[in-house]
């Protein structure tokens, strides 16, 4: 009598049971013989590697964490051996595996490879977004874990004005909770700035490439953001501020910007740092598909603003709710 195991179909492995084979068994003896050198064939062909080739995948399976490398496309390394690739998974944090070793190391091996690949992966998420996970996020409020999740699942930051509901709720607490989390609540952009480091872009980007299938722009080497300094002091600043729109059948895209407080040292004013910090929020409302800018100008600034194609013909409209205001003396 022969028995297979059902995981032969899976080329993983197979056994005999050979102990209670009786001449009266089968009817005839050559075909049970026949069967059994097919069977062992058929071993042969899907048995674990020997040799070099067994060592290797042993080597990658019981390889510690920090022994592997990613690189911005998703690709993880070995040292010299290419053994994976993250692709498109579940979700951004739940990427997939595809191993790239050679076919030679058997299904067996190469499925051991995967699992070891894919909690690898596992592990490499848990371990960028641990400041996010740190016992005190139990304990926020349901805006605060809200924002929390929104951050996860961007990676580190998220837009202001889509998590705008989650910071305007934030309690006292749930905002004591996000300094213990080193969580940043900037004006346009929530981030951590622990995952504006060097590795932990890269591995944000990696992660980015394998659920979009390409890398982004990696920021230059040690900067993550555009500002004006001059002396390694803050020269200038610009408060732009994303509004979104009402749905319209209208096809335009579905979000005005608002620009409000741009200073630059006077010492700076006419040598064009005005014009550069103004030109590089201008250049993010055109890559963040914003379709009109909107701001008030003093009577100094409009030249500024028309050398940047604003006009005051225009259809906004504005009526004066307030007590008023004079410009006429402002900067």
Excluded at 188 to 205: C, K, M
């Amino acid at each position: 009598m022969i028995e297979s195991d059902t995981a032969l179909a899976d080329n993983s492995f197979a056994y005999l049971q050979l102990d209670k084979l009786a001449p009266g068994d089968a009817p005839f003896d050559s075909s049970c013989a026949q069967a059994f050198q097919l069977l062992t064939l058929r071993l042969a062909d899907t048995e674990a590697p020997q040799g070099p080739l067994e060592d290797e995948a042993a080597r990658i399976i019981e390889a510690p964490h920090e022994a592997f490398e990613l690189d911005a496309r998703g690709q993880i390394r070995l040292g010299d051996m290419a053994v994976a690739t993250m692709t498109r998974g579940a979700d951004l944090l739940r990427p997939e595996v595809q191993v790239t070793i050679d076919e030679q190391f058997g299904a067996g091996a190469v499925a051991q490879v995967r699992r070891r690949m894919l909690a690898w992966t596992r592990d490499l998420v848990a371990e960028l977004l641990a400041p996010l996970r740190a016992e005190a996020a139990g304990r926020m409020s349901p805006a605060g874990k809200g924002l929390v999740y929104q951050l996860e699942h961007g990676l580190g930051s998220c837009l202001r004005v889509r998590a705008e509901m989650q910071v305007r709720s934030l309690s006292a607490d749930d905002r004591k909770i996000c300094g213990q989390l080193g969580i940043s609540l900037g004006a346009l952009v929530v981030f951590v700035p622990a995952l504006l480091e060097a590795g932990a872009v890269l591995r944000r980007a990696a992660l980015w490439s394998a659920a979009y299938g390409r890398p982004p722009a990696l920021p230059p080497a040690g900067k993550v953001s555009v500002a004006i300094e001059a002396g390694g002091v803050v020269a200038g600043q610009l408060w732009l501020q994303p509004i979104e729109k009402i749905p319209n059948p209208v096809a335009e895209p579905e979000r005005h910007a608002y620009i409000s407080n741009f200073f630059l040292r006077p010492a700076l004013r006419g040598q064009g740092a005005g014009s550069a910090l103004f030109a590089t929020a201008m250049a993010w409302s055109r890559a963040n598909g914003v379709d009109a800018v909107i701001l008030w100008p003093t009577p100094r600034s409009r030249p500024l603003y028309e050398r940047h194609g604003f006009s005051a013909g225009g259809g906004v409209m504005e009526a004066v709710v307030g007590s008023g205001r004079d410009l006429s003396g402002m900067a």
